[in-house]
Each structure stands twice: as C-alpha cells, then as structure tokens.
C-alpha cells in the first residue's frame, strides 16, 4: 500500500543551494518532508545534494536551477573563514554568486527566493551601552567585518530581485560545548531544526516578503534590557527559576550580564514561526542522555 507521502503530489521543486552543509542539510531535510521536491547543490557530496558542483559555474546554476519554483540560498562563506579567506573571495562567493544566481533563476522562471543571512550583519550595534540590544529587523546594521559586508550586500540584492523574496538572518546554531550552548540559547542563539521549521513556513507563506530574526525562544521581554546589563542573573531567576536551578545543578555558569537578545516577533507574526528548541529543550534531551 502506497503512503501519503507517496499519493500526493510535491508541492513544487525547490533548489537548496549549500545543502551539504549544516543549515543547508537541515533546511534540505524539513522541505523534503513538507512535500517539496527538494534539489540540493553544493560543492560536497552529501545526502541532499543532486548537483555537485561550484555555483560560480554558470552550467552548475543551470543545471540547479532547471524547472524550480522556489530557491533556497544557504550557501556561502562564513564567518569563521575571516581572516582565513581573501576578501575578494567573500565578494566572489557571497556577493557576486548571489547575484547570478538570482539572474538565472529569475530567467528560468522561479517564483520565489529565501535567502539564508545573519544576525552577525548587525555588527557593531550589537555592542551594549547601558543596557542590552534588543535586537529586531529596526535596529541598523553596522557591518564589522568582509562577512557582515558581503551578506548585507546579498541581502540587499535579494531585495531588489524580480521574483518574491524573503530574508532570514538565522541567529548563532553551530555545535558547541554544552555549558557555552546553553548560555547562548538564552538570549542569542537557535536550534538548526529550528531554523529549518522557520525555512519551511517562508517558502509555503508565497506572499510574506521582507527580511526577519529567526532566534530563541527566549525568556525576556524588551523592558528587561536595562536589568539584563546590571545583573542578567536576577533577571533569570524571576523569569526562569528552574533554568537557573538547572545550570547550577551541572556546574554550568549563570550569565551576569547579556549584550543582547534576539527578538523574532516580527517573522512570528509575518509567518508563524514558533521556535520550540530552546534552553529547556536542551536541559530535557541532556538530563535524558541525549546529545544537544
């Protein structure tokens, strides 16, 4: 007997560009299980990945690109390559890909792009005063570094595109070590399937357009800033007290002070994005013996 999945139909062919890699896997895999015929390109081998190849290859964009309705961008260089990579190499493959790519897929008639940013583009604003940055998509960004700049630039060629468009600027989801994870998915940092949900609802939302935080859930509300900078611990315990029960338990640090937190009302709103990984999803899945 054939499966639901089996009896309909997809719900049109996207492309995921970077899709060997951890955001790009992961986005790859939601799409694919919301019903999309999912196209994976990407300079690695890896489970989603169809097309292997560099997209700075006008034939490999083509050949990604063939009969797809929706592009997902999550490929570029990132902020560990800083430093390690020559700033031209940044425009190259961060900005001047962005925008063939866009080109190509425009002429080959795509109806819809989700680009993959970064709540690094921030930058400099990111630096408190005398209180947290409540970060959301009205705070300026001040780009630091060849890796702010160049996906600013993405983000604002995406903007100007042809074809509907919508830009995430995904907050920190890389691997790290449990007690740094946990401090960060307080107030800065998201889960990847997390990410990969808030990728499924922008592709299927066709007329939300715009640019958005995907973060959290975190525990704090705008009024708390000034607080969070004074003692961030205080803050903690009237809004998370079994959190804070819990870091101690593990010998893991209460933070005294935050910088910032990410506010990602505005794509709830736009979208429906509800993360559910968040710091007490963590302390489960390790308290189980789980691995974050």
């Given at each position: 007997m054939?499966?639901?999945r089996e009896?309909r139909?997809p719900a ?6 970077g ?31 169809g ?5 700075r290859?006008?034939?490999?964009r083509?050949?990604?690109?063939r ?14 390559h ?17 925008a063939?790519?866009?080109d ?20 400099h604003a990111?630096v408190p005063?005398?209180r947290?940055v ?11 570094d060849?890796y702010d ?7 604002a060629?995406?903007a100007?595109?042809?074809?509907s ?5 995904i907050?920190r989801?890389?691997p790290?070590?449990?007690?740094v994870?946990a ?13 990969a949900?808030?990728g499924?609802l922008?592709?299927a939302?066709?007329?939300v357009?715009?640019?958005f935080n995907?973060?959290g859930?975190?525990p704090f ?7 969070l900078?004074r ?12 959190v804070v ?15 910032r937190?990410?506010?990602s ?5 736009a ?7 968040g710091?007490r ?12």
């Amino acid at each position: 007997m054939s499966t639901e999945r089996e009896r309909r139909a997809p719900a049109g062919v996207v492309v995921v560009t970077g899709s060997s890699g951890r955001v790009g896997s992961a986005l790859a895999a939601a799409l694919d299980a919301a019903g999309w015929a999912v196209r994976g390109v990407d300079r690695t081998p890896g489970r989603w990945t169809g097309v292997v190849g560099d997209l700075r290859d006008r034939p490999v964009r083509l050949a990604a690109l063939r009969s797809a309705d929706i592009v997902v961008h999550a490929a570029a260089l990132h902020a560990p390559h800083v430093g390690r990579v020559a700033d031209a190499e940044f425009r190259a493959v961060n900005v001047d890909v962005t925008a063939e790519l866009l080109d190509d897929a425009t002429r080959l008639g795509a109806r819809r792009v989700l680009y993959i940013s970064s709540t690094s583009v921030y930058g400099h604003a990111l630096v408190p005063n005398d209180r947290a940055v409540w970060v959301n998509e009205q705070l300026t960004p001040l780009p630091r570094d060849i890796y702010d700049e160049t996906k600013l630039a993405a983000e604002a060629l995406v903007a100007a595109c042809a074809v509907s468009s919508v830009t995430l600027r995904i907050a920190r989801c890389f691997p790290e070590p449990l007690p740094v994870l946990a401090g960060h998915l307080l107030h800065r940092a998201v889960d990847v399937a997390d990410v990969a949900a808030a990728g499924v609802l922008a592709a299927a939302h066709a007329t939300v357009t715009g640019t958005f935080n995907i973060s959290g859930p975190h525990p704090f509300r705008r009024e708390d800033c000034l607080a969070l900078h004074r003692d961030a611990g205080a803050v903690l315990a009237d809004r998370v007290p079994d959190v804070v029960a819990a870091f101690r338990d593990r010998g893991w640090p209460v933070p005294g002070r935050l910088d910032r937190v990410y506010d990602s009302t505005a794509a709830a709103h736009a979208f429906g994005y509800r993360p559910v990984r968040g710091i007490r999803r963590l302390l489960r899945d390790t308290a189980d013996g789980r691995s974050a």
